[in-house]
């Protein structure tokens, strides 16, 4: 359930750390670097690096890498569990009650920026929805398809099904299963300003921009080495569990293209063709909303081979002191 996180008083965390981009852009290699200069620990901000069984898939830190500093919130959920951006953030609560974050600086890195936003801006409260309610529309999802139930949300609250895409069936389910519960759409539920988490006046936000050409190389080189650390078993094992496709875990890149080649339905050369075209398109998703929907407030840095420049001088200049 989406319980509310707007009691939690404003900007708990003090001189965060943010790093985003787009996968492959190296950085996770940044956050690590800061992270030892400063005494810092990392939070993971990727919706997929927090799944378990999926360590190479999701491109996880190695083992090497998560003994450097602590790292949090990474491989924690398993892949049956739709976790949600509200769950991410009362994790991140969790930590912070917990008194794992004391004492060290945190660097919150990845790719999902709605979990950045959420970190600056807050989410709404959102409704209790009862198990039988999510679990009877999760089923309706599974027998009727995700166009048939938006075109009953787009009856029901075209508000807020002319924002989602018919193809979007877990999006659907939640605005279904929130108007039940609550009798109220989810948009009125969204427009209540929540309370960010991150103190922005003392927080440094950085966002990596980095060069097309480069990028399409890492991401081609990173999936072959996905292939030599076992991207496949790690297919089979999620496989076996037997999941429903539609749970965000079996959508990683990675999994359907895999699963196709195992079962014959296409050859290996083509599914990792797939996978590496379905990872760059991904990356330029990625990008594109984090330049549209970040603004002056986050510094760009442009990776050159394998470093990092940002467009101010500045940034050069002292992005790894201590005083980051």
């Known amino acids: 359930m989406e319980e509310s996180v707007r009691d939690e008083g404003r900007g708990r965390l003090k001189n965060a750390i943010l790093i985003a ?7 996770s ?5 800061i992270a030892e200069r400063v005494g810092g620990a990392i939070v993971n901000t990727d919706s997929m690096q927090g799944y378990s069984v999926l360590d190479v ?7 090497v890498e998560l003994k450097r500093v602590p790292h949090h919130l990474y491989g924690h959920v398993h892949p049956s569990t739709p976790y949600s951006t509200g769950a991410w953030l009362r994790d991140v609560m969790r930590l912070i009650d917990s008194g794992a974050l004391a004492g060290r600086r945190p660097v919150f890195v990845g790719g999902t920026g709605l979990y950045f936003r959420a ?5 709404s409260e959102m409704p209790e929805i009862p198990q039988n309610v999510r679990d009877r529309w999760r089923y309706e999802l599974m027998e009727q398809g995700p166009q048939r139930l938006h075109r009953l949300l787009m009856r029901e609250d075209p508000a807020t099904a002319s924002g989602l895409r018919p193809s979007d069936g877990q999006r659907i389910v939640r605005a279904l299963e929130v108007l039940e519960s609550s009798g109220k ?11 960010p988490l991150v103190d922005h006046g003392s927080a440094r936000l950085f966002v990596i921009e980095p060069d097309r050409a480069e990028l399409v190389r890492r991401i081609d080189e990173r999936f072959d080495r996905m292939l030599e650390r076992g991207a496949r078993e790690e297919v089979a094992k999620l496989t076996k569990l037997g999941l429903d496709p539609a749970l965000p875990a079996v959508k990683a890149i ?11 339905e296409i050859s290996e050369q083509e599914a990792i063709l797939r ?8 990356a330029k998703r990625q ?18 081979n394998g470093g990092f420049e940002g467009k101010d001088p500045d940034i050069c200049r002292h992005l790894w002191l201590p005083d980051v």
Do not use: C, H
Not at 21 to 27: C, E, F, V
Not at 185 to 195: D, F, H, I, S, T
Not at 275 to 282: E, G, H, V, W
């Open 29 to 33: 290699a940044m956050a690590l670097d």
């Open 185 to 195: 759409p989810l948009r009125e539920w969204q427009a209540v300003e929540g309370q």
């Open 254 to 264: 990675g999994v359907r293209e895999l699963s196709a080649a195992a079962t014959g």
């Open 287 to 304: 990008s594109t909303w984090f330049r549209n929907q970040f603004g002056p407030e986050w510094q760009r840095i442009q990776a050159v």
């Open 21 to 27: 981009g787009p996968t492959a852009s190296g950085k």
């Open 119 to 123: 970190l600056l801006q807050g989410l």
């Open 275 to 282: 996978a590496k075209i379905a990872t760059r398109q991904y």
């Open 57 to 63: 898939l999701s491109a996880r830190p190695s083992e």
